[in-house]
Structures are given as C-alpha cells and as structure tokens.
C-alpha cells in the first residue's frame, strides 16, 4: 500500500488546527487519522493533536496481523474512546482549553478491508472504479435536517449551519463513535479529509485531480484546488492506495 499526506492552514487562518498521522502495520496492512480541532484559543491545536497521538498510539500498540472484523472494530472505536476521554479531562482541568473539541476519522486497512470509526464531520471516500463513494455521515445539524427531509443534500451544502457538529471529541464525557467497514480490492484509494477540502472542492473534482497528479500528488494537489477556492478553513488529506 502507498500513502500520500498533506496539510496546510489554508488562506484565511492563521493557525492550523488540523492534525494527521499515518503508517503502516504488520503484515502490510496501513493506518491512517485525521482530526479538525475546535474551541478556545489555543484549545483545536490540543485536542486534535492529543487525540491523533492518543489513537495513533492505541492502533500501534494493540493491533495484531489477522485481527478478525470484530477486535478491529473494538480497537477502533476504543482508540476514539480513549481520545475524548483525555480530552475531555483536559477541559475540565485548565479554563483555557474548556470546551476545546475534535473531529476524528481513523481508518486501518488491512486483507482488502477497510475498518473506519470517526466523530464529526472530517469524512472517508473510497474511490473505486472511476467512482468515488463517501463512506462516512456528517454528525452534523445539517445532515440531521437531510435525514429527516427538511432539507434536501444540495441545500446543505450551502445552508448556513453546515458547520454546527452534533458530535465530536472531547465535549463530553461519553462518546458514541460511528463504525463502517468496506471492501477495498487492489487498485482503490482510501481517502481521508477534514471539511476544508470538503468545503472548496467538489468530489466529483477528485477523480481529475487523481488524474493530473497521479496517486503521489493527489494529496498535495487537492490541496492546491481548495486553497484555489478560498482556502476558508485549514485542509489535511490523507490517501491510501492498495497497490
């Protein structure tokens, strides 16, 4: 498998709250996370960052070549467990950081198989075919509304409250992570991303991209066309191929 990373503040913030980290497992297998920080501050840089490392050193430590879909499953969401619950201490113990959150997306790819278990609004697509197929739901107010038909998928993408998550890690004490599993044959991307790209660029644009820049530049070339669009917000994306 290839990986391909990038991160950037975008053009309108000054500082990017944006954190990342990838690597690779025993037996070939990848793992992969990404967190789009929130409140106070200095309070997004902190929680994004300690729930990257906090995940990353969860899956490091505790997974196993041949794990079968249920321990990874429990891995996963246990690794965002873990994360909010640090987080969230770390709120109540210094004012500066209280009500600080995060977004998180964590992936392992292992066996042709995608394992994912995220909070919040940063998203996983798996492209496939031509195609690209968006594997994980918003927690968000807006994707509330399309659920239950207030408003339609088009609307949402512009409707003003599209930024209002529902949940994410470290507002409380509990967190209720959401967990998909896919196939992932040979020649398919994993992609992974925050809504700073999801914001400026269009996935139908994704396949272009991967055609200009090949797999090696996609990161760093969805990146460009965000920052293109405005760059309202920071931008980190992470691809996985399975070569």
């Known amino acids: 498998m290839r990986l391909s990373a990038k991160t950037d503040a ?10 990342c980290d990838a690597g690779g497992l025993a037996g070939g297998g990848v793992w992969a996370v990404i967190c789009d920080g929130m409140g106070g501050a200095a309070g997004g840089d902190v929680a994004s960052s300690t729930a990257v490392r906090l995940i990353s050193e969860t899956i490091r430590t505790s997974y196993q ?12 969401v246990a690794a965002l467990d873990n994360a909010n619950t640090r987080i969230y201490d770390l709120s109540q113990e210094d004012p500066a950081l209280s ?3 995060t977004t998180a997306v964590a992936a392992i790819l292992a066996e042709d198989r995608i394992y994912i278990a995220h909070a919040g609004d940063s998203r996983a697509y798996l492209y496939i075919g031509g195609s690209l ?3 994980t739901k918003d927690h968000s107010v807006v994707q509330a509304m399309v659920d239950t038909g207030q408003i339609t998928q088009e609307e949402a993408k512009f409707h003003p409250r599209k930024n209002l ?7 409380g004490e509990t967190l209720e992570a959401d967990y998909c599993e896919e196939e992932f044959p040979p020649g398919s991307i994993l992609l992974l991303c925050t809504d700073g790209l999801t914001n400026c660029v269009d996935p139908d644009e994704v396949p272009g991209a991967l055609s200009r820049a090949g797999f090696d530049g996609l990161a760093e070339e969805l990146v460009r066309m965000a920052n293109k669009n405005g760059g309202m917000d920071n931008i980190t994306v992470v691809a996985v191929e399975n070569s």
Do not use: P, T
């Open 10 to 19: 975008g053009r309108v913030r000054a500082r990017n709250e944006d954190c």
């Open 133 to 135: 197929l968006q594997l």
């Open 165 to 171: 998550l529902i949940r994410v890690l470290g507002v």
């Open 99 to 101: 009500g600080m959150g």
């Open 65 to 76: 070549e041949h794990m079968g879909s249920r321990s990874l499953k429990h891995l996963l």
